[in-house]
């Protein structure tokens, strides 16, 4: 790095990208992959992904192929998200688990396999709001993470079972660890579940505000620490028959982003900004 980039790297920030969340306080949620009725109406209500999010590969034209309504708020320990997805066809469920030629070991639970390859939603947080260069990604730690919720396969269910799956970078030892412990002892969970007569399912998100958002060195948030801006991005990754995603890496149909480039995405400094609020949600600073 150059001396002139580190004198630099202080005053930058993430959450660049400009679109943002915010997060209030509200009543815990039940993790069982179902939204029931008045669950989340104490969260901030967001959308995607047509003509809204950013395409990887195939461009979303139609809502009925694949969106998303999302929930997001916190009980003062916990972040929750939740995630209800329209989606006409569920890999492993409508059509068979085919494999791309990129990787035959996709669906290995290891360092090798590929942990978002699926029907699949992404969640990513830099938890310190910084970022030391622009091509900065995620560290694997409480500071900055990405991690995977995968509808048919996850590290405590295996395969055919959803749930949580260590997401990037997963080359890294120390980040798969730390991944791997967080799913293990709980410190973040999640709940994976086909939607009743399917086209479609919801996932339930829970991350804990220790250890997994650690907004200093060894400092973890709490709202004694009042409102907070963190850096935010959200992906939402779909697997249809193979011939739909002929050009694209995997013969992947979609990969949509709340925030990014389609290059760019997993970088700190191109994700958007999420507040994590003290106050309660109502309707007078609900979100527009």
């Known amino acids: 790095m150059r001396p002139a980039l580190l004198l630099l790297s202080a005053a930058l920030f993430a959450g660049d ?3 943002s969340l915010e997060a209030f306080r509200g009543k815990t949620p039940k993790l069982d992959g179902v939204i029931s009725p008045g669950e989340y109406a104490d969260a901030t209500t967001f959308a ?16 009925k192929d694949l969106a998303v309504t999302g929930y997001v708020k916190h009980d003062g320990k916990r972040l929750y998200f939740a995630f209800d997805v329209t989606d006409d066809v569920l890999y492993g469920i409508d059509i068979p688990r085919w494999v791309p030629e990129e990787n035959p070991k996709t669906h290995e639970l290891t360092r090798e396999g590929f942990p978002w390859f699926g029907d699949e939603m992404e969640l990513l947080i830099n938890a310190t709001n910084k970022y030391a260069t622009p091509e900065e990604n995620a560290a694997g730690n409480g500071q900055s993470w990405q991690m995977v919720c995968n ?18 970078p997963r080359r890294e030892l120390s980040a798969w660890n730390t991944y791997q412990k967080w799913i293990v002892e709980h410190a973040m969970d999640c709940a994976a579940k086909p939607k009743p007569g399917g086209k479609g399912y919801v996932i339930e998100w829970a991350v804990s505000f220790d250890p997994c958002l650690e907004v200093s060195p060894g400092v973890f948030y709490s709202t004694k620490l009042g409102d907070r801006a963190m850096g935010l991005n959200i992906a939402l990754g779909d697997i249809d028959e193979k011939e739909r995603g002929n050009g694209n890496f995997g013969h992947f149909h979609h990969e949509d982003w709340f925030a990014g480039t389609p290059q760019g995405r997993t970088r700190l400094k191109e994700w958007g900004t999420l507040w994590i609020r003290t106050r309660a949600f109502s309707k007078k600073n609900a979100p527009r």
């Open 17 to 19: 990208y400009p679109r």
């Open 48 to 63: 995607g992904v047509k003509d809204v999010w950013v395409s990887t590969f195939s461009k979303v034209t139609d809502a």
């Open 151 to 168: 509808l048919t396969k996850s590290r405590l269910g295996g395969i055919g079972k959803g749930g949580l799956l260590e997401g990037e």
